[in-house]
């Protein structure tokens, strides 16, 4: 999957980027921190300036977690269900 | 409307950061990649099938976990355009979730998009179910 190494590297390194870059958006490629950033969309094409169109990791620095995504009608597939 | 559920004519399109990106390296920027979207007031965010996202070349900045009847899973997130010609408007997103809309046709052409409560949120929808009929309005 893509960002594996990313994903790794954000949650090793939790705590270190909290404490420089808490509620910032983060930019990560591989094991390397990029930097903090304001908004996603400055993160996004910092990233796009740094690696081209290449996988990336954004994401805002928090000890909470986002919460869960839903869609359920698709995964309980009842997308199309009819009467 | 009754059958299908509220549909909106979609082109989902490379965001303008990587068509400005592609277009200075010189490459081709993927055509927009059109079929139906649907309005889902159960899915918190907007979904986007992934074939159409591997299509348009644009690449995953990010994951987020979601909730299924086999417990959690981690989806990939990718930046989207979406252009709704018939609605007039665009939006641009910083990211959309990645989901299989495979299989999900109506009238000939593909469902690739699921419009979630994120965009629901800056809208007025109105579903007239006795005159067969909706609006959306941004």
């Known amino acids: 999957m893509p960002l594996e190494k990313e994903l790794a590297y954000y949650a090793e390194h939790l705590e270190e980027i909290l404490a420089t870059h808490e509620g910032q958006f983060v930019l990560i490629r591989g094991e390397q921190l990029a930097g903090g950033f304001t908004t996603d969309r400055e993160a996004y094409e910092a990233g796009l300036k740094r690696y081209g169109n290449e996988p990336f990791l954004i994401r805002r620095a928090q000890r909470q977690e986002d919460e869960l995504a839903h869609y359920p009608a698709l995964v309980l597939g009842i997308l199309h269900a009819h009467p | 409307m009754l059958g299908a559920g509220p549909l909106l004519q979609v082109q989902v399109e490379v965001p303008q950061a990587p068509a400005a990106y592609l277009s200075g390296q010189g490459q081709p920027i993927p055509g927009p990649q059109s079929g139906w979207a649907l309005i889902d007031t159960g899915a918190t965010r907007t979904c986007v099938d992934k074939d159409v996202l591997t299509k348009l070349g644009v690449k995953p900045t990010g994951t987020v976990k979601t909730g299924t009847a086999a417990g959690q899973v981690e989806q990939l997130l990718y930046p989207a355009k979406l252009n709704f010609p018939v609605a007039g408007f ?3 997103f910083g990211s959309v979730i990645a989901v299989d809309l495979r ?9 690739v998009v699921l419009v979630g409560r994120d965009v629901l ?3 007025l929808l ?5 005159a067969g009929m909706f609006s959306l309005a941004m």
């Open chain 2, 126 to 130: 109105v579903y007239n179910g006795s």
């Open chain 2, 90 to 92: 665009q939006i641009e």
């Open chain 2, 103 to 111: 299989g999900q046709t109506i009238a000939g052409a593909n469902v």
């Open chain 2, 121 to 123: 949120a800056r809208c």
